[in-house]
């Protein structure tokens, strides 16, 4: 016993996750498909200037393939965004496959915001 008449600041349990822990799990597939999606999209991207020679495509073909990936890609990663913040809730269970979902959701999709951006800005102050 203790000479502290007061309650403790905490509890002595953490509160039980009552929650499902699915979006957690879905924020993590969709960052593993994240993932593997930039992959294939770097190997298509090596291969593009033959894909490009072969079919006899302009210059043109390149913005058209990053856009689509792009946007592709942005749409997938605001679902794991979603999906990760939601499953990271404190009643929820699976909230570490959540945060590992929404970190790379969130880093793919700054990663393509950037890629839109940063021509835009280089041919505004070159």
Do not use: C, E, K
């Not at 570490?96 to 835009?120: C, D, E, K, Q």
């Amino acid at each position: 016993m203790t000479n502290n008449p007061l309650p403790a600041p905490y509890p002595a349990y953490p509160a039980r996750a009552d929650g499902s822990g699915a979006l957690g799990v879905v924020s993590l597939v969709i960052g593993i498909v994240l993932v593997v999606w930039g992959f294939a999209n770097q190997v298509i991207a090596t291969a593009l200037p033959l894909i490009q020679y072969n079919l006899g495509l302009g210059p043109t073909s390149y913005s058209a393939y990053f856009t689509t990936v792009a946007v592709i890609t942005s749409i997938i990663a605001i679902a794991g965004i979603v999906t990760g913040i939601i499953g990271i809730l404190p009643a929820r269970r699976g909230r570490l496959a959540a945060a590992a979902g929404l970190a790379i959701a969130v880093s793919h999709l700054l990663g393509n915001l950037v890629s839109l951006i940063a021509p835009g800005l280089i041919n505004l102050f070159a």
